[in-house]
């Protein structure tokens, strides 16, 4: 049984198309197919000219045109203010809908196109059936604003919601932004802003793309959460109070823009109970960076414990009291190539736990900060151009150690007959090469292993390789300045 209670002025226009009969907002009954146009000359029952009724239909193909002028307002009943229910409905709207609850609730296929404004007071809009359950392929295009007191736009876990917020539009949320199941797709070149998740995914396979002009924030929460198989390509903002990104197992995440936690030390100082946050928490997938990725009280990027061997390029800034930290837990392995710049704010630029991890150093990379290897066997690779450039300390004297297991440091264009110097003080190496761009030195700790282009030496092998200096005092020498820091293990 369909019933339809609703809105707007009342303008009856006919169609010249087939089995499409038009319906007013004062008919309350369209039948399947039907449309309801609502324009601003209509006769409104409530006063300047707003409908205050609303739309509750049961009936599938139902098509709500709410044109320009027009408004529908259903904040004093506290009614929503259009519920279509039935499958593959849709509105269209140029004017005004206020929600006394929600805006508009409609079950599966539905679909709204926003050109005007929608507020609630509760939820924008809500997918959801008949049978009271989550509404699948529901579909959002948003030319203009969506403003709400609790989501913006709602289908729980519902599968298959795509969201296209375009360049100048809004979507506001004074609780989360967007949330939906399997399959989630958001297309930002506009703002979305929310107080807690901005776009909340309660599962796997979403796909997100925020363009050049897009803003994705939450100002007490997590930018964008997401479950395994995620995608996210960034060319804008993507900012969290708390992690700005987080994803699950097989995630990629493409930045070209800013993906940054903004917490700042003050706000952990004014309130004890909070804890410092990432810009990307992941348990594994592939990160290719040539923005930004910043968190300024936490990791940049923070590997949870994952399943797969992970994979980090960067020709941009990574940065964070730590840039690339692992869990203690996490037993997979992190493989970072580096042709941008990586940051530890706190002295460890790189801590890589417990996985077979690598990092290659391309043409250009700089590092600030030291790294820890951990267990395993690791390796340290220098490309074959990367002492083109005039190195001289590298990562500026910081420590680099292999841990615990077989680790290699790999020199791919440099002979065995480049090494200049090599200093050995309680176990710590000082090692002086010499390529196109000058001589560049090298501080390691638990490297068992260095391969050259022409030979593979072991330790042993690498210190005689060149006679020891004169004085041993020469490598204490080397040290001053460097503000060398004893080995760091983080316990995050």
């Known amino acids: 049984m369909k019933r ?16 499409l009969a038009l319906a007013d907002c004062d008919d309350l009954s369209p039948g399947g197919g039907d449309t309801v146009t609502c324009t601003a000359t209509d006769v409104f029952d409530g006063p300047d000219a707003v409908e205050t009724r609303f739309l509750d239909d049961g009936s599938k193909d139902v098509i709500v045109d709410v044109l320009s002028g027009a408004v529908i307002d259903t904040t004093a009943s506290g009614e929503d203010a259009i519920k279509l229910k039935d499958d593959n409905n849709r509105v269209n709207n140029a004017g005004t809908i206020n929600g006394g609850d929600e805006a508009i609730v409609g079950g599966d296929g539905l679909t709204v196109e926003n050109n005007g404004t929608i ?45 296209e917020n375009n360049a ?19 297309e930002n070149a506009g703002t979305i802003t929310a107080v807690k998740k901005t776009i909340d995914a309660n599962g796997e396979f979403v796909s997100i793309t925020n363009e050049a002009t897009g803003i994705i924030r939450s100002t007490t929460n997590e930018g964008i959460e997401a479950e395994d198989n995620a995608t996210i390509i960034n060319r804008g903002v993507i900012e969290g109070f708390d992690d700005a990104v987080q994803v699950g197992e097989g995630a990629y995440i493409e930045n070209y823009g800013t993906i940054e936690n903004t917490q ?93 991890d ?11 900060g030291g790294a820890d290897f951990g267990t395993a066997a690791d390796e340290l690779v220098f490309e074959v151009d990367y002492f083109d450039d005039n190195i001289g300390l590298f990562a500026g004297g910081a420590l680099f150690d292999g841990g615990d297991g077989l680790d290699t440091v790999s020199f791919l264009g440099l002979l065995s007959t480049d090494i200049v110097d090599v200093s050995l003080n309680n176990g710590e190496l000082l090692l002086s090469v010499l390529g196109n761009g000058g001589e560049a030195v090298l501080r390691l700790l638990s490297w068992e292993s260095f391969r050259f282009a022409d030979r593979t030496l072991d330790l042993d092998g690498l210190v005689a390789a060149v006679p020891l200096p004169a004085g041993m005092l020469l490598f204490g020498t080397a040290l001053v300045g460097l503000g060398v820091a004893s080995r760091q293990r983080n316990q995050a």
């Open 358 to 368: 690598k990092l290659v150093n391309l043409k250009g990379g700089e590092i600030v």
């Open 264 to 356: 700042t030390q003050a706000d952990l100082d004014a309130d004890p109970g909070l804890e410092a946050q990432d810009s990307i928490d992941i348990d594994s997938g592939t990160i290719y960076n040539e923005g930004t990725i910043r968190s300024t009280t936490n990791s940049a990027i923070d590997y949870d414990p994952g399943a797969a061997t992970s994979t980090i390029q960067n020709r941009g800034l990574i940065t964070g009291t730590i840039a690339v930290n692992t869990d203690d837990g996490d037993m997979a392995g992190q493989e970072i190539f580096n042709a941008g710049t990586l940051v530890g704010t706190e002295g460890l630029a790189l801590y890589l736990g417990q996985g077979t």
């Open 168 to 186: 100048g539009a809004l979507i506001q949320a004074g609780d989360e932004g967007i949330q939906g199941g399997d399959g989630l797709t958001v």
């Open 4 to 19: 339809l209670l609703m809105t707007t002025a009342i303008a009856v226009v006919s169609f010249s198309f087939p089995n």
């Open 119 to 163: 507020t609630a007071v509760d939820q924008g809009i809500v997918g959801e059936n008949e049978a009271d359950e989550d509404a699948d392929g529901v579909r959002v295009l948003n030319n203009g604003s969506i403003i709400t007191e609790d989501r913006a736009i709602n289908v729980g876990g519902g599968a298959g919601l795509f969201v």
